[in-house]
T-cell receptor, first 114, second 113 residues
Framework: DTAVSQTPKYLVTQMGNDKSIKCEQN?????MYWYKQDSKKFLKIMFS???????INETVPNRFSPKSPDKAHLNLHINSLELGDSAVYFC?????????????FGPGTRLTVL | LAKTTQPISMDSYEGQEVNITCSHN???????ITWYQQFPSQGPRFIIQ???TKVTNEVASLFIPADRKSSTLSLPRVSLSDTAVYYC??????????????FGQGTTLQVKP
């Protein structure tokens, strides 16, 4: 069974559109994350979220918003897509909201904005 | 969180031992050092974590000198399948301050036959 899954795997869209990426984890973890990885492999956290706290990296534009219907899901909504949003987006989860807690990553969603 | 510096890329040959060093000069007393591995077209996965001296598991060893200002990930007898990007992270144990957690650019290891 896949521990952390994301859909879709590939997403191609036009500038200005709104899109969502879904993430689900079946590990029973309390915390989920979204990361952005650029073409140079630079991997940067966007959000950390558990049932008590949402931590947002201050560099993330407010066009990006996480939505969590329940503990096992954390979806990423992106409004008014821009060319610079093209990247691979990874979802991850961990047992606790802690820097040193082991994170389990999904396979990634490659977003291409035309 | 402590800033880390790693070489951007390294080359090796099958069967060799590979050592990847990460510099973290401003590491704090309660910071731990964690390494992740990312294969092409996959998400990163946890390899090893340590605080001081040496830690070893079935995948790698982590060497941390007494001053803890650097750490070295050691991969014994690499194979082609060890070709990946390796990320070094430093952060306080138990802290929920994940807002600035940055994996950085990592070290791209290319293992050649």
């Amino acid at each position: 069974d896949t521990a952390v899954s994301q859909t879709p795997k590939y997403l191609v869209t036009q500038m200005g559109n709104d899109k969502s990426i879904k993430c689900e984890q079946n590990l029973g973890h309390d915390t989920m994350y979204w990361y952005k990885q650029d073409s140079k492999k630079f991997l940067k956290i966007m959000f950390s979220y558990n049932n008590k706290e949402l931590i947002i990296n201050e560099t993330v534009p407010n066009r990006f918003s996480p939505k969590s219907p329940d503990k096992a899901h954390l979806n990423l909504h992106i409004n008014s897509l821009e060319l610079g949003d093209s990247a691979v987006y990874f979802c991850a989860s961990s047992q606790e909201l802690a820097v040193t807690d082991t994170q389990y990553f999904g396979p990634g969603t490659r977003l291409t904005v035309l | 969180l402590a800033k880390t510096t790693q070489p951007i890329s390294m080359d090796s040959y099958e069967g060799q031992e590979v050592n990847i060093t990460c510099s973290h000069n401003n590491i704090a007393t309660n910071d731990y050092i964690t390494w992740y591995q990312q294969f092409p077209s996959q998400g990163p996965r946890f390899i090893i974590q340590g605080y001081k001296t040496k830690v070893t598991n079935e995948v790698a060893s982590l060497f941390i000198p007494a001053d803890r200002k650097s750490s070295t990930l050691s991969l014994p007898r690499v194979s082609l399948s060890d070709t990946a990007v390796y990320y070094c992270l430093v952060g306080p144990h138990g802290s929920s301050n994940t807002g600035k957690l940055i994996f950085g650019q990592g070290t791209t290891l290319q293992v050649k036959p």
